[in-house]
Protein backbone atom coordinates (compact mmCIF):
# COMPACT_ATOMS: atom_id res chain seq x y z
CA UNK A 1 0.00 0.00 0.00
CA UNK A 2 2.76 2.21 -0.41
CA UNK A 3 2.45 5.27 -2.21
CA UNK A 4 5.15 6.39 -3.67
CA UNK A 5 7.94 3.50 -3.92
CA UNK A 6 11.65 3.51 -5.57
CA UNK A 7 14.13 1.14 -5.87
CA UNK A 8 16.92 0.20 -5.22
CA UNK A 9 16.81 1.59 -1.31
CA UNK A 10 20.65 0.95 -2.09
CA UNK A 11 22.74 1.52 -5.14
CA UNK A 12 26.64 1.18 -4.46
CA UNK A 13 28.42 1.04 -8.27
CA UNK A 14 32.19 2.34 -9.47
CA UNK A 15 32.85 5.39 -11.69
CA UNK A 16 31.77 5.06 -15.50
CA UNK A 17 28.83 2.66 -14.50
CA UNK A 18 25.28 3.45 -16.02
CA UNK A 19 22.62 3.05 -14.04
CA UNK A 20 18.53 3.36 -13.36
CA UNK A 21 16.35 4.27 -10.48
CA UNK A 22 12.35 3.27 -10.75
CA UNK A 23 9.42 5.03 -9.33
CA UNK A 24 6.02 4.62 -8.65
CA UNK A 25 3.27 5.88 -8.03
CA UNK A 26 -0.10 4.43 -7.08
CA UNK A 27 -2.28 7.94 -5.87
CA UNK A 28 -3.52 8.64 -9.20
CA UNK A 29 -1.51 11.95 -9.27
CA UNK A 30 -0.33 13.91 -12.55
CA UNK A 31 2.79 15.24 -11.17
CA UNK A 32 6.29 13.21 -10.81
CA UNK A 33 9.55 14.98 -9.46
CA UNK A 34 13.17 13.39 -9.22
CA UNK A 35 14.91 15.41 -6.12
CA UNK A 36 18.61 15.11 -5.33
CA UNK A 37 19.29 15.32 -1.25
CA UNK A 38 23.28 16.05 -0.75
CA UNK A 39 25.29 15.54 2.66
CA UNK A 40 24.07 18.86 3.92
CA UNK A 41 20.48 17.94 3.33
CA UNK A 42 20.02 20.37 0.67
CA UNK A 43 17.33 19.41 -1.51
CA UNK A 44 17.12 19.99 -5.06
CA UNK A 45 15.03 19.43 -8.25
CA UNK A 46 15.98 17.81 -10.97
CA UNK A 47 12.90 16.88 -13.33
CA UNK A 48 9.36 17.26 -13.06
CA UNK A 49 7.16 15.58 -15.55
CA UNK A 50 2.57 16.12 -15.92
CA UNK A 51 1.05 13.48 -17.41
CA UNK A 52 4.04 11.99 -18.86
CA UNK A 53 5.58 15.61 -20.22
CA UNK A 54 8.55 16.89 -19.17
CA UNK A 55 7.58 20.23 -17.18
CA UNK A 56 10.91 21.13 -15.56
CA UNK A 57 14.59 20.63 -16.48
CA UNK A 58 16.92 21.83 -14.08
CA UNK A 59 20.20 22.29 -14.76
CA UNK A 60 21.98 19.20 -14.83
CA UNK A 61 24.39 17.16 -16.69
CA UNK A 62 22.96 15.73 -19.61
CA UNK A 63 24.28 12.30 -17.83
CA UNK A 64 20.79 11.97 -16.11
CA UNK A 65 17.59 11.13 -18.41
CA UNK A 66 14.35 10.86 -16.95
CA UNK A 67 11.89 8.65 -18.55
CA UNK A 68 8.07 8.27 -17.97
CA UNK A 69 6.69 5.60 -19.67
CA UNK A 70 2.94 6.70 -18.26
CA UNK A 71 1.93 9.19 -15.69
CA UNK A 72 2.37 6.42 -12.73
CA UNK A 73 6.35 6.10 -13.49
CA UNK A 74 8.95 8.11 -13.91
CA UNK A 75 12.27 6.60 -13.88
CA UNK A 76 16.00 8.05 -13.61
CA UNK A 77 19.00 6.76 -15.54
CA UNK A 78 22.14 7.60 -15.10
CA UNK A 79 25.05 7.32 -17.90
CA UNK A 80 29.03 7.05 -17.01
CA UNK A 81 28.69 7.86 -12.91
CA UNK A 82 31.01 10.26 -10.98
CA UNK A 83 31.86 10.25 -7.76
CA UNK A 84 30.16 13.70 -7.51
CA UNK A 85 26.70 11.91 -7.88
CA UNK A 86 26.77 10.30 -4.89
CA UNK A 87 23.97 11.32 -3.12
CA UNK A 88 20.14 10.44 -2.01
CA UNK A 89 17.78 10.68 -5.03
CA UNK A 90 14.18 11.28 -3.55
CA UNK A 91 10.91 10.60 -6.25
CA UNK A 92 8.04 12.62 -5.31
CA UNK A 93 4.54 12.92 -6.93
CA UNK A 94 1.53 15.38 -6.13
CA UNK A 95 -1.95 15.30 -7.76
CA UNK A 96 -1.05 18.29 -10.20
CA UNK A 97 1.37 21.38 -10.82
CA UNK A 98 -0.34 23.64 -8.41
CA UNK A 99 -0.28 23.99 -4.91
CA UNK A 100 -0.75 20.22 -4.17
CA UNK A 101 1.74 19.17 -1.47
CA UNK A 102 4.17 16.67 -2.35
CA UNK A 103 4.60 13.15 -1.56
CA UNK A 104 7.78 11.63 -1.60
CA UNK A 105 9.62 8.13 -1.50
CA UNK A 106 12.20 6.98 1.10
CA UNK A 107 15.01 7.69 -1.35
CA UNK A 108 17.76 5.90 -3.11
CA UNK A 109 21.50 5.90 -1.76
CA UNK A 110 23.64 6.07 -4.09
CA UNK A 111 27.43 5.77 -3.47
CA UNK A 112 29.50 5.98 -6.56
CA UNK A 113 33.10 4.82 -5.69
CA UNK B 1 12.70 34.58 -8.03
CA UNK B 2 10.87 32.75 -5.11
CA UNK B 3 13.21 32.07 -2.11
CA UNK B 4 12.86 30.47 1.19
CA UNK B 5 15.21 31.17 4.11
CA UNK B 6 15.22 29.22 7.50
CA UNK B 7 17.28 29.32 10.25
CA UNK B 8 20.15 27.39 10.59
CA UNK B 9 20.72 24.08 12.60
CA UNK B 10 21.31 21.83 13.83
CA UNK B 11 19.29 22.41 16.88
CA UNK B 12 19.89 20.72 19.88
CA UNK B 13 16.78 21.01 22.67
CA UNK B 14 15.42 19.01 25.96
CA UNK B 15 12.37 17.02 26.08
CA UNK B 16 9.10 19.29 26.85
CA UNK B 17 11.08 22.15 25.69
CA UNK B 18 9.40 24.85 23.52
CA UNK B 19 10.12 24.89 19.74
CA UNK B 20 10.76 27.45 16.98
CA UNK B 21 12.05 27.18 13.89
CA UNK B 22 12.43 30.61 11.59
CA UNK B 23 11.10 30.69 8.42
CA UNK B 24 10.88 33.59 5.86
CA UNK B 25 9.80 33.58 2.13
CA UNK B 26 10.17 36.08 -0.46
CA UNK B 27 7.99 35.58 -3.60
CA UNK B 28 5.62 37.05 -6.22
CA UNK B 29 1.96 36.41 -6.30
CA UNK B 30 0.31 35.19 -3.58
CA UNK B 31 1.95 31.58 -2.21
CA UNK B 32 1.10 28.23 -0.52
CA UNK B 33 3.28 27.72 2.80
CA UNK B 34 4.37 24.56 3.90
CA UNK B 35 6.34 22.53 6.57
CA UNK B 36 7.73 18.92 5.61
CA UNK B 37 9.42 17.16 8.02
CA UNK B 38 12.05 13.98 7.20
CA UNK B 39 12.79 11.66 9.42
CA UNK B 40 16.29 9.60 9.61
CA UNK B 41 16.27 7.19 6.48
CA UNK B 42 12.72 8.19 5.49
CA UNK B 43 11.79 10.84 2.50
CA UNK B 44 10.05 14.03 3.54
CA UNK B 45 6.62 14.22 4.91
CA UNK B 46 4.38 16.70 4.81
CA UNK B 47 3.79 18.59 8.52
CA UNK B 48 0.96 21.29 8.07
CA UNK B 49 0.20 23.73 5.50
CA UNK B 50 -0.93 26.89 4.92
CA UNK B 51 -2.62 28.32 1.61
CA UNK B 52 -3.55 32.24 2.61
CA UNK B 53 -2.76 34.54 5.05
CA UNK B 54 -3.47 34.47 8.58
CA UNK B 55 -4.07 30.97 8.02
CA UNK B 56 -2.82 28.48 10.69
CA UNK B 57 -1.59 24.94 9.77
CA UNK B 58 -1.46 22.71 12.75
CA UNK B 59 -0.94 18.92 12.96
CA UNK B 60 0.89 17.18 15.53
CA UNK B 61 1.52 19.01 18.09
CA UNK B 62 3.13 21.61 15.74
CA UNK B 63 1.71 25.11 14.42
CA UNK B 64 2.89 27.58 12.28
CA UNK B 65 0.96 30.75 11.22
CA UNK B 66 1.42 32.33 7.18
CA UNK B 67 1.79 36.22 8.33
CA UNK B 68 2.05 38.19 4.99
CA UNK B 69 3.08 41.29 6.60
CA UNK B 70 6.32 39.56 7.85
CA UNK B 71 6.90 37.16 4.83
CA UNK B 72 7.24 34.66 7.41
CA UNK B 73 5.93 30.70 8.44
CA UNK B 74 7.50 30.33 11.61
CA UNK B 75 6.95 26.28 13.04
CA UNK B 76 6.55 26.26 16.89
CA UNK B 77 5.39 23.20 19.61
CA UNK B 78 5.36 23.71 22.94
CA UNK B 79 6.76 20.50 24.48
CA UNK B 80 9.05 18.48 21.95
CA UNK B 81 9.31 15.04 22.20
CA UNK B 82 12.28 12.68 21.23
CA UNK B 83 10.27 11.38 18.47
CA UNK B 84 10.02 14.76 17.07
CA UNK B 85 13.99 14.62 16.51
CA UNK B 86 13.99 14.60 12.28
CA UNK B 87 14.88 17.79 9.83
CA UNK B 88 12.31 20.56 9.10
CA UNK B 89 12.11 21.72 5.87
CA UNK B 90 10.02 24.64 4.69
CA UNK B 91 8.89 25.40 1.40
CA UNK B 92 6.47 27.03 -0.66
CA UNK B 93 4.81 27.03 -3.71
CA UNK B 94 3.71 29.54 -6.53
CA UNK B 95 3.50 29.93 -9.96
CA UNK B 96 3.53 25.98 -10.50
CA UNK B 97 6.88 26.46 -8.23
CA UNK B 98 8.35 24.45 -5.52
CA UNK B 99 11.11 25.99 -3.32
CA UNK B 100 12.30 24.17 -0.34
CA UNK B 101 14.65 25.91 2.47
CA UNK B 102 17.87 24.40 3.45
CA UNK B 103 16.15 22.40 6.30
CA UNK B 104 16.65 22.66 10.10
CA UNK B 105 18.19 19.26 11.86
CA UNK B 106 16.22 19.11 15.15
CA UNK B 107 17.43 16.44 17.95
CA UNK B 108 15.55 16.32 20.79
CA UNK B 109 17.60 14.96 24.14
CA UNK B 110 15.69 12.36 26.74
Known amino acids: DTAVSQTPKYLVTQMGNDKSIKCEQNLGHDTMYWYKQDSKKFLKIMFS???????INETVPNRFSPKSPDKAHLNLHINSLELGDSAVYFC????????????FGNGTRLTVT | GNSVTQMEGPVTLSEEAFLTINCTYTATGYPSLFWYVQYPGEGLQLLLKATKADDKGSNKGFEATYRKETTSFHLEKGSVQVSDSAVYFC?????????FGSGTQLTVLP
Open chain 2, 91 to 99: ALSSARQLT
Open chain 1, 92 to 103: ASSQDLGNSPLH
Open chain 1, 49 to 55: YNNKELI
